[in-house]
């Protein structure tokens, strides 16, 4: 869900934007609205929204005076004016699209579609960061099988595979620990160690991926070739790591 704070000085022109944004195909959560400056800036610090709609003229100031004020900017920006020749500038603000008034649908949707593009790829970029910084925190893991209490470094997983309350380690040197677990309680772990659900069974560590095989539906072949299935819904989300590692 994309959260959105509309930004424009005519109550009517918001009142406008936001009877569109209702309709929108995208989940959105709008959290706020200001007519000026001033508000707006209390109310992006506050919220911290995914996305601004902003317009150009405000009566304390200019859209590019509000974004002046942000050290960073951590949000994207849909500028919406009637005037055309603020297009140059707005570009240089990184903006994700520039829309005229007077505004459709269409072109509001459009928008926001590229917003959610690039708002889904900071996020995976910013996972995999956080993947790779924590894979350095944890070193090992306890696991406790049926005959034994395994410490094992985090580095030797290739692997995991669920089996209804069980859950399968298989290490390198093929090595295999079966532990009497859900793989869920291993994921919400181990996902923030550079590992990656793949499959509502399957949990595999990004340093061990040695290929992704597009036939069959698609799958991960693993450095200890083990083929690995990947569900439809997590395809998009493993292709965006594969482009920022």
């Known amino acids: 869900m994309i959260s959105i704070v509309v930004i424009d000085d005519e109550p009517k022109a918001r009142e406008a ?3 569109i944004l209702s309709l929108s195909p995208i989940e ?21 929204p995914d996305l601004i709609l902003l317009d ?8 590019f005076d509000l974004l002046k004020r ?9 500028f919406i004016t009637a005037h055309q020749e603020h297009a140059i500038r707005a570009f240089k603000y990184s903006a994700v699209d520039y829309i005229l008034k007077p505004i459709t649908a269409g072109g509001l949707f459009s928008a926001i579609e590229k917003a959610a593009e690039e708002i889904s790829k900071q996020e995976t970029v910013l996972k995999l960061g956080t993947l790779l910084s924590n ?6 893991i306890v ?11 985090v580095s030797q997983i290739i692997r995991c595979e669920a089996d209804v309350n069980y859950t399968t380690f298989y290490l390198q040197g093929g090595e295999k620990l079966l532990v ?26 990004l340093d061990h991926m040695l290929r ?34």
Do not use: C, W
């Not at 959105?28 to 610090?45: C, R």
């Not at 677990?181 to 399957?202: M, N, V």
């Not at 070739?225 to 493993?238: D, I, M, N, Q, Y």
């Open 17 to 19: 934007i936001l009877s």
């Open 28 to 48: 959105l959560n709008i959290i706020g609205e200001a007519g000026d400056v001033e508000s707006a800036y209390k109310l992006i610090s506050t919220k911290s």
């Open 56 to 63: 150009i003229n405000l009566p304390d100031g200019s859209g």
């Open 70 to 78: 942000f050290g960073k900017i951590n949000f994207k920006v849909i």
């Open 135 to 140: 894979l350095e925190k944890l070193k090992k």
């Open 143 to 153: 696991l406790k099988t049926a005959e034994s209490i395994h410490i094992i470094n």
């Open 180 to 205: 009497s677990k859900p793989l869920k309680e291993y994921d919400d772990l181990l996902s923030q160690a550079g590992f990656f659900r793949t499959h509502q069974s399957h949990l595999v560590s």
């Open 212 to 245: 992704y095989e597009k036939t069959d539906g698609g799958y991960l072949v693993m450095d200890d070739h083990s083929a690995v299935p990947v569900s439809v819904r997590k395809k998009e989300e493993l292709f965006r790591l594969f482009e920022n590692m």
